[in-house]
């Protein structure tokens, strides 16, 4: 079966803190993709990253960052220095197989506080 | 480019009506998807559409929900008859490929409520 799981269900920092939304997954499948998508309060989802199952190697983008462990099967995201900009529902997903399913987790609703 | 446009934004129903929600994909993106929002099942995959072809509707919930793609500019999805449950926010989404080296970029959302 194909899951994904965002444990943290609500995070509420204070801004400049620093912040990581977890998320594990499962598949069978030896290659799969995973994703975070971003949902501001205005509503839309907003692509963040995309990383490939045969690429381990941590990804920095500006404040953003993102760990992928195949090890632990998870993809974790961390935003430095928080802003207020960043308060958000985060969803990681997992894209496999060939049907161009993605599967999302339930997502972490970030509240950034100033 | 304007990005997925869904129409309408907002929608207000009166239950057993028919509702039809618009798409209309990025030019030159050959899949499409419609995902359904609500609290309770958070995101989930409605319908796939790959070169106008609907490739999986294994998540349409029942026979009153239907999705067609007449060309590649535009997709409907029609919920007949609606209920007070199909209540959510669906989204359009769309991409260049069906491989995943290609993110989804997705619409705005329809906000859809059956009273």
């Known amino acids: 079966a194909q899951k994904v799981t965002q444990a943290q269900t609500e995070i509420s920092v204070v801004e400049k803190e620093d912040v990581t939304l977890d998320c594990v997954y499962e598949t069978r499948d030896t290659t799969y993709y995973l994703f975070w998508y971003k949902q501001p309060p205005s509503g839309e989802l907003v692509f963040l990253i995309r990383r490939n199952s045969f690429d381990e190697q941590n990804e920095i983008s500006g404040r953003y960052s993102w760990n992928f462990q195949k090890s632990t099967s998870s993809f974790n995201f961390t935003i430095t220095a928080s802003q207020v900009v960043d308060s958000a529902v985060y969803f990681c997903?997992?894209?496999?197989?060939?049907?161009?399913?993605?599967?999302f987790g339930q997502g972490t609703t970030l509240q950034v506080k100033p | 480019d304007a990005g997925v446009i869904q129409s309408p934004r907002h929608e207000v129903t009166e239950m057993g009506q028919e509702v039809t929600l618009r798409c209309k994909p990025i030019?030159?993106?050959?899949?499409l998807f419609w995902y359904r929002q609500t609290m309770m099942r958070g995101l989930e995959l409605l319908i796939y559409f790959n070169n106008n072809v609907p490739i999986d509707d294994s998540g349409m919930p029942e026979d009153r929900f239907s999705a067609k793609m007449p060309n590649a500019s535009f997709s409907t999805l029609k919920i007949q008859p609606s209920e007070p449950r199909d209540s959510a926010v669906y989204f359009c989404?769309?991409?260049?490929?069906?491989?995943?080296?290609?993110?989804?970029?997705f619409g705005q959302g329809t906000r859809l409520t059956v009273v």
């Open positions: 997903a997992l894209g496999s197989g060939n049907t161009g399913k993605l599967i």
């Open positions: 030019s030159g993106h050959n899949s």
């Open positions: 989404a769309s991409s260049l490929g069906t491989g995943w080296d290609t993110e989804a970029f």
